[in-house]
């Protein structure tokens, strides 16, 4: 047994690419991603209390995910220097989101990744998110 074992080549370590909301571009795109109200992480920053605030925790590290939402009006964005789209500027209304989450969602069913009768859960969980969203609560 060789521990520590030799030390070899580095390799490099491939990761997805990512679109101009910063979610990435890499398989199934589900609604939450073509009709965003966030960005979504497979990874989150520690707390700096934790220590070692710079450290990145991945899904293996026990964490699901990052979730930062867009700001709601184009105000809010340009006062955070936010490059990514707010949601106003994005969608119209509530409606138009949810028609856009709908039309996501069926697509996918055509494709074949996703079952017809998940489209109205679906929907809800579009519902919900926007509603949270807007209504004022940050991540």
Same mark, same amino acid.
């Given at each position: 047994?060789?521990?520590?074992?030799?030390?070899?080549?580095?390799?490099?370590?491939?990761?997805?690419?990512?679109?101009?909301?910063?979610?990435?571009?890499?398989?199934?795109?589900?609604?939450?991603?073509?009709?965003?109200?966030?960005?979504?992480?497979?990874?989150?920053?520690?707390?700096?209390?934790?220590?070692?605030?710079?450290?990145?925790?991945?899904?293996?590290?026990?964490?699901?995910?990052?979730?930062?939402?867009?700001?709601?009006?184009?105000?809010?964005?340009?006062?955070?220097?936010?490059?990514?789209?707010?949601? +106003?500027?994005? #969608?119209?209304?509530?409606? @138009?989101?949810?028609?856009?989450?709908? &039309? =996501? *969602?069926?697509?996918?069913? +055509?494709?074949? #990744?996703?079952?017809?009768? @998940?489209?109205?859960?679906?929907?809800? &969980? =579009? *519902?919900?998110?926007?509603?949270?969203?807007?209504?004022?609560?940050?991540?």
């Amino acid at each position: 047994l060789n521990l520590p074992p030799e030390h070899g080549d580095e390799y490099p370590a491939l990761v997805s690419d990512v679109d101009e909301d910063c979610n990435e571009t890499g398989g199934i795109r589900l609604p939450d991603l073509t009709v965003p109200l966030a960005t979504y992480t497979g990874w989150n920053l520690r707390h700096p209390d934790n220590g070692n605030p710079g450290l990145v925790i991945g899904i293996t590290g026990g964490l699901a995910g990052w979730t930062l939402p867009f700001a709601v009006t184009k105000g809010q964005r340009e006062a955070a220097e936010d490059p990514r789209m707010s949601i +106003e500027e994005r #969608y119209e209304s509530r409606d @138009d989101y949810l028609q856009q989450a709908l &039309k =996501a *969602a069926t697509q996918l069913v +055509e494709d074949g #990744y996703m079952l017809e009768e @998940d489209i109205e859960r679906t929907q809800e &969980k =579009a *519902a919900a998110k926007y509603d949270y969203w807007t209504n004022g609560h940050k991540s």
